[in-house]
């Protein structure tokens, strides 16, 4: 199994631009979060999803974010536009049904806004 | 997700054991222990999790207090790649999956 699948690696982007976050699940998986960790906020969680749908996404920042889950093997994390202080590494992870099961987390991308 | 509690930093040595501690005294009696670990420029990793009885598999052991107000995660015999941030997270079984909550973790320093 190849894992959790995020693109880019890292991203550097200016300020005003539209970013694009990629994560591509294991499959099978029915829930898909989406996390940001900064040096000052620690790791917070952004949104999730449940078989495609988005349960909780009081993570959220601002409107500037959206995210999107068309299928079951793919998600976006939109910022639009973007910010110097949206600087961070995202997370994306997933896992199966049951609060007593592990997330499995991707490697991350690495967001710089100039 | 209740809070728990970890120092900030701890260090040992190269093939010794290492005990992580977590202070959860508000746990709830459906919230599972959860570890994860997050290695340097990596995302977190699952270490493992547990309810009243003590666990183990292949990379750590987890004891759970009588009470369950507090656990220690076990590395048996530390290496460098051992080397990272420890979270400790409780997560209620009483729903569906939901996220994780992290707090600061412990800084895990191992020295050759």
């Known amino acids: 199994d190849a894992g959790v699948i995020q693109s880019p690696r890292h991203e550097v982007t200016e300020m005003g631009q539209e970013v694009t976050l990629r994560c591509k699940p294991i499959?099978?998986?029915?829930?898909l979060f989406w996390y940001r960790q900064t040096m000052m906020r620690g790791l917070e969680l952004l949104i999730y999803f449940n078989n495609n749908v988005p349960i909780d996404d009081s993570g959220m920042p601002e409107d500037r974010f959206s995210a999107k889950m068309p299928n079951a093997s793919f998600s976006t994390l939109k910022i639009q536009p973007s910010e110097p202080r949206d600087s961070a590494v995202y997370f994306c992870?997933?896992?199966?049904?049951?609060?007593?099961?592990?997330?499995?987390f991707g490697p991350g991308t690495r967001l710089t806004v100039l | 997700d209740a809070k728990t509690t970890q120092p900030n930093s701890m260090e040992s040595n190269e093939e010794e054991p290492v005990h992580l501690p977590c202070n959860h005294s508000t746990i709830s009696g459906t919230d599972y222990i959860h570890w994860y670990r997050q290695l340097p420029s990596q995302g977190p990793e699952y270490v493992i999790h547990g309810l009243t009885s003590n666990v183990n598999n292949r990379m750590a052991s987890l004891a759970i207090a009588e009470d369950r107000k507090s656990s220690t995660l076990i590395l048996h015999r530390a290496t460098l790649r051992d080397a990272a941030v420890y979270y400790c997270?409780?997560?209620?079984?009483?729903?569906?999956?939901?996220?994780?909550?992290f707090g600061k973790g412990t800084h895990l320093i191992i020295q050759p």
């Open positions: 992870a997933s896992s199966l049904l049951r609060a007593t099961l592990a997330q499995f």
């Open positions: 997270i409780l997560r209620d079984s009483g729903g569906g999956a939901d996220g994780l909550t």
């Open positions: 499959s099978g998986h029915d829930y």
